[in-house]
Nanobody, 119 residues
Framework: QVQLVESGGGLVQPGGSLRLSCAAS????????MGWYRQAPGKQRELVAT???????NYADVVKGRFAISRDHAKNTVSLQMNSLKPEDTAVYYC?????????????WGQGTQVTVSS
């Protein structure tokens, strides 16, 4: 089991910045791919960024150059620095931990944190 707790959401004006953090606890977190997903009203949940156990990073095209994901293996945390925010970035952001073995898929979610970009 992995428990995920997000923090750092809020209201920001267009062009502003926010930093989201996710604290993970549980078994062998270091083996998981950690990431951020988001879900806007009326839309499906979508990938924002992920970082693997080996620190390989992947971004959704819509956030490349504006968002940066980072991972602290010692503290079991993953953060998302969001710059140049746009109204279309408004969504509930979810921390995710996932791992695959030969016999099982593991997939855990945080409770979500609201990010609202509005003037």
């Amino acid at each position: 089991q992995v428990q995920l707790v997000e923090s750092g959401g809020g209201l920001v004006q267009p062009g502003g910045s926010l930093r989201l953090s996710c604290a993970a606890s549980g078994s062998i977190v270091r083996l998981y791919t950690m990431g951020w997903y988001r879900q806007a009203p009326g839309k499906q949940r979508e990938l924002v960024a992920t970082v693997t156990s080996g620190d390989n990073i992947n971004y959704a095209d819509v956030v490349k150059g504006r968002f940066a994901i980072s991972r602290d293996h010692a503290k079991n945390t993953v953060s998302l620095q969001m710059n140049s925010l746009k109204p279309e970035d408004t969504a509930v952001y979810y921390c995710n931990a996932q791992r695959s073995t030969l016999s099982r898929e593991y997939n855990y979610w945080g409770q979500g944190t609201q990010v609202t970009v509005s003037s």
